[in-house]
Every structure is written in C-alpha cells, then in structure tokens.
C-alpha cells in the first residue's frame, strides 16, 4: 500500500518550527507520514528529539540551498520521497517554494493573498486574519472561510505538548546541585541575522545584578548557542551568574527550562521553547508583535518600552534587519523586567523563603 506522506516546508528560524509543531503533530494523528524541511542542522536535530520524546517517527532534513549542489541533491532526495502533500509555510525563499511545488502536487500554501494568484492544484490559506502563527498552521486542515473549531489548541494546552515526556541526559548528574536551587534562565541571543530583535547585553548584565541584589540565594543562568558565546563575556565578574552558553545538550536544555524560576528573554527560540516546556516567561518585546509571533504561552509577562513607539512592532518578510536604532529595545528599563519577574505566579515558583524584591 503506498504510504501517505506529507512534506512540510518551514526554513525559519527555531521559534518558527515549534510553532508548526502543532500542526506536525495534528498531521501525525491523521496516519500520514511527515518529511520537515528546516533552515539548519540545530534546528533539525531539535525537532528529531523533540518528536523522539513524544515516541513519534519523523524524517527532518535540513534544507541547505547555499550551493547548488546541495540544493540539487535536497530538491532530488524530497521528489523521491513522493509525498501526497507539500505544504510550504509563510516566508520560505520563493525560489525554493517554486522549485518544490514544481516537483510535487498538490501544494498547501500558508501565505499572504498577494503570492496566491494564477495558483492551481493548491489548497491556499490566508495570513491576513489577525491570528497567532501556531493557528495559522492548524487551520491548514480546516476550510479557510471556516471559524476555528472550538477544540482548536489553546496556549494552555500548548504548553502541555511535552507533558510526561523524559528529559533524560547524561550531563544530569553534573548539573543537578544547580537544579537543585533557585535560578532564573537569561537568554541573549537570537541569531545573528536577526540580532536587531535583542534587548541589549548591558541591560542584561544590569539586570543580573539587580536579580543578585533582590534576591541573593537564586543564580542567573546564560543559555545559547556555541556561536553566541561572546555576548557572555561580560558576565564572568558577577557571582550570581552561570555561563552555560553552548554547554547543555536538548534533554539537559529542556529540564533546565523546566525546573526554572522563569525565562527571561527577547523574541528568540529560546522563548518559544518556553512556551511547549511551561515555564513561565518575562518576554522583552520591541520590533515583533507579541499577538503573531510571540511565544505561544499564558504564563507570559510581556515587558515593551513606556515610550510608545508607534513604529513597533516593525517586523516583517520586507523589513527583517530593523531600524538599526532599536531604541524600542533599549529603553526598555532592567527595572521594569526586574518588576515583571516579581509577577505572583512567577514569585510562587521560588523554593526558597523570602523572595521579594526591595529595588
């Protein structure tokens, strides 16, 4: 019997890819088999382990077209595949998008209306609705004209996508007194090609400080990637810090995120792997919207400048480098984060007796 497979496309970064996970997981529950199309081997290797923790077969390839010669052997490797469905989602480069939907019919868009026209054999979904990208995705099995059903997903139940799942790690035993205690997760990263999305590293280490002077018994603890190390390097004089930049592999990755106070963090991936893990989030926004593409979770705080900026958010497919001023970022007052962090759901996670801020 000829397998029924479907072959998504979403060369995003990592943020983006857990917010198709919904939909790779509504697709699997449907008997197909799934092919994703991701932008790089990290991001590859975290949607393998992440559907290996829910025990569920997925094929991940990364897409790399930076040469010819491997865009030719991916574009060939996916045509034998024959997949019954191509569903390519909003923003993939339209030379790929193209290449792709000329080698495999029927194709699902998720785009905007503009890119749909003249399209046959397609089934076409519209971006254009005011919905958060995670509903976007799942509407690909509904009618477009549709309301959403009312079992659709919530952020509630997002954040149970890995509930029950094992984290375990050989690194366990070596971290487990820090686990042990109280800390809270900074992330200072999010690639470098969207770097403008960053709240600044000063404000960061500002905010460390503050975290060691309110509340002396919890560490703050650095996460990235191996490439986002330098952005530690002024930490190394704070006590209260941890640098684990580059150190911790998946399963010890999302168990730090589990057992956190909280994560602090920009729109980076880091964030959204708050939301599928639950751990509460201080969300620093500026150039993104926070009702599109923002992390996926009820146990947000969102922190955004006082000064109103009417060009925020700015983010989009045609204007993805940012101003180059940021000032939406950096006038964002480590004060006002240090404030959400004393939210009282944030505050109840704290095992040790007398967290509460003096400022």
């Not at 001023?325 to 109840?348: K, T, Y």
Request: proline share 4%.
């Amino acid at each position: 019997m000829k397998k029924r497979l479907v072959h998504v496309v979403q060369t995003h970064g990592l943020g983006d890819c857990i917010m198709t996970l919904p939909l790779l997981l509504d697709i699997s529950a449907e008997g197909y088999e799934i092919v994703f199309s991701c932008r790089d081997n990290y991001t590859a290797d975290f949607i393998r382990y992440i559907f290996a923790c829910l025990n569920l077969e997925i094929t991940v390839f990364s897409a790399n077209t930076k040469s010819p010669l491997l865009a030719l052997r991916y574009l060939i490797t996916i045509a034998f595949s024959r997949p019954c469905y191509l569903i390519i989602c909003h923003g993939v480069n339209s030379l790929l998008s193209r290449l792709l939907s000329f080698i495999i019919l029927p194709v699902i868009y998720i785009a905007k209306p503009r890119f749909l026209s003249g399209s046959q054999n397609r089934l076409l979904m519209s971006k254009e609705r005011g919905f958060h990208k995670v509903l976007y995705n799942q509407m690909l099995f509904f009618d477009s004209k549709s309301n959403i059903p009312s079992d659709f997903i919530s952020k509630r139940d997002f954040s149970l996508l890995l509930n029950g799942a094992s984290f375990a790690s050989s690194q366990s035993t070596y971290y487990s007194s820090l686990t042990s205690s109280d800390f809270i997760i900074f992330s200072l990263g999010s690639g470098e090609a969207e770097s403008f999305k960053r709240w600044p590293t000063h404000n960061y280490y500002e905010l460390a400080c503050l975290v060691g002077k309110n509340f002396p018994s919890t560490r703050v603890v650095l996460v990235g990637s191996p490439s986002e190390k330098y952005l530690a390097a002024d930490f190394c004089s704070l006590d209260n810090v941890v640098d684990l930049i580059g150190k911790l592999d998946f399963s010890l990755l999302l168990e730090f995120y589990s057992k956190a106070v909280c994560l602090v963090s920009h729109c980076s991936g880091a964030a959204h792997i708050s939301s599928i893990v639950g751990t509460p989030l201080v969300f620093i926004s500026g150039p993104t919207s926070v009702d599109i593409t923002g992390p996926y979770t009820d146990k947000c705080v969102v922190v955004s400048s006082k000064k109103n900026f009417l060009c925020s958010p700015c983010y989009s497919k045609h204007f993805h480098d940012g101003c180059h001023v940021n000032e939406c970022m950096s006038s964002i007052n480590p004060l006002d984060v240090l404030s959400a962090i004393s939210s009282p759901f944030i505050i109840s996670r704290f095992k040790g007796q007398n967290h509460f801020p003096v400022i």
